[in-house]
């Protein structure tokens, strides 16, 4: 089960080694993480908005979905707070929040990604992502 996204994955988390276990009994692993915040949106707007990505040019970074809730989470970098306040579709969770999180390029009870980690680091640009959302509303 390995792969650049699954290494990026595994480099940014506390405990690597938990995880990695979670992933080889079949199972999302909870994560937190300092190298990005999560955003959290409905999964219905988050297909809209990553449609609206393609359209400006844009590339998200990883997305994840929980199809059963209607929940997608958005990995971005730093500054979420500030560039995402009031914007009502958005939820920034806070430092210490606990990502369900499968390895990349597969889907664990219901949660799977809609943009994989690719191993690059790439995060979803705070302003890509507050221009796409207020595009699509």
């Given at each position: 089960?390995?792969?650049?996204?699954?290494?990026?994955?595994?480099?940014?988390?506390?405990?690597?080694?938990h995880v990695q276990w979670s992933w080889e009994a079949g199972e999302f692993a909870l994560v937190t993480s300092t190298a990005w915040t999560v955003v959290e949106a409905s999964l219905l707007r988050s297909h809209a908005v990553l449609r609206e990505f393609?359209?400006?040019?844009?590339?998200a970074g990883p997305v994840?979905?929980?199809?059963?809730?209607?929940?997608?989470?958005?990995?971005?970098?730093?500054?979420?707070?500030?560039?995402?306040?009031?914007?009502?579709?958005?939820?920034?969770?806070?430092?210490?929040?606990?990502?369900?999180?499968?390895?990349?390029?597969?889907?664990?009870?219901?949660?799977?990604?809609?943009?994989?980690?690719d191993g690059s680091g790439r995060l979803t640009d705070v302003c890509d992502l507050r221009s796409a959302v207020e595009t699509v509303r």
């Open positions: 089960m390995t792969s650049a996204g699954n290494d990026w994955l595994l480099s940014c988390v506390p405990h690597p080694r393609q359209r400006m040019g844009k590339q994840l979905a929980y199809s059963e809730r209607n929940l997608a989470w958005w990995l971005v970098g730093d500054g979420a707070e500030a560039h995402l306040a009031g914007v009502k579709e958005l939820s920034v969770k806070p430092r210490g929040w606990q990502l369900p999180c499968p390895p990349a390029h597969v889907t664990f009870q219901g949660i799977r990604w809609l943009e994989n980690p």
